[in-house]
């Protein structure tokens, strides 16, 4: 077989299982989120609203942040020009890793170009500081803390989704005098659910073991300066490494994690994902410092993100939809079934301008197809009138269920 063959069948797999995904084009409009343009497969342009984007507060437009980014980018160029280590790390760095460290409380913080990234480098050079490191993973963990404990060459075990007794009976069937680290999330994205932070801070301290949380999905928007859950839940001084990201909340790109510094020290020196790739662009990391900043002193914002949320769910569960609900900000509708679940993405796209991507499995187990609403502060009730009535008739016009709220 040819090389071409090969892609072909390979590409041919992913149409088989019904797994094989497209692009929505869509160009958002500075100023006027969640509103963005859809330009279609022969070229015609719709008007849509955004229902599942990750920029959870809108700060991809706030005046704060695009004015940090034409600064640095009218004083310093486009690009970095370099790895951290040479020339590439310039103030803005610096600024922006001072900024993340106050955020978390904690002495460092290490930008890394995305929260993937951080994930993936972190967990897997953390074997190399710690010989024999075991690494007790969340099933659900985000692909890249999956991928980072996958290939670090070292020992893990796979606790099930939040199960506490599982993780103990795992901690207990290992050499006590062994490292150890339990690695989780603070809010699963697709259920919206919270990790059991304290308790699984207990578990740690008993079995001698480090704790590292992934807040991607909840920095900048929970805890009294959107440090994330732990600081909501004033448990930040118990987590040893703390990961976040800077495109979904803060409205920009990249990753860190947060630790002591005597752990950036390590990490910043041993992981390959951090040495030998090129640092953020100096805008990037301006617009980033200047989002976190201002997000610090935002509670307002946080609020009104979270009426958001619980109005979408109050007016959806009255509809007798099923949604899961775990009094997070993530609003899923589960659907059930991939074929449904893409009609519904689709008639809300082309007959209703209302853009949420179908999720399927291996995102979600099968079964649990859903549509993923993520409401923000730039929705406001002209939007969410539009999803609510559009929802109830496609559910309607499809003939499905309707439900208690789950979850
Ligand atoms: C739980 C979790 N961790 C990490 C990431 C990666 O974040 P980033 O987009 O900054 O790479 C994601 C992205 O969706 C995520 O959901």
Redesign the pocket.
Known sequence: MTYSEQLDKAIERLHDEGRYRTFIDIERRNGNFPHAVWTKPDGSENDITVWCG?DYLGMGQHPVVLAAMHEAIDATGAGSGGTRNISGTTVYHKRLEAELADLHGKESALV????????DATLSTLPKLFPGLIIYSDER?????IEGVRRNGGAKRIFRHNDLAHLRELLEADDSDAPKLIAF?S???MDGDFGPIEEICDLADEFGALTYI?E??AVGMYGARGAGVAERDRLMHRLDII??????AYGV???YIAASAKMCDAIRSYAPGFIFTTSIPPAIAAGAAASVAFLKRAPELREKHQQQAKALKLRLKGLGLPIIDHGSHIVPVIVGNPVHTKLLSDMLLEEHGIYVQPINFPTVPRGTERLRFTPSPVHGPREMDALVTAMDGLWAHCALNRAEAAG
Not at 112 to 119: M, R
Not at 141 to 145: D, F, G
């Open positions: 990750n890394f170009t995305s929260a993937y990234i951080a994930n963990n985000h692909a890249s803390m999330e809010i699963y994205s992934d991607v999905h990961n976040g990201t800077l495109a979904k790109m990249g990753g």
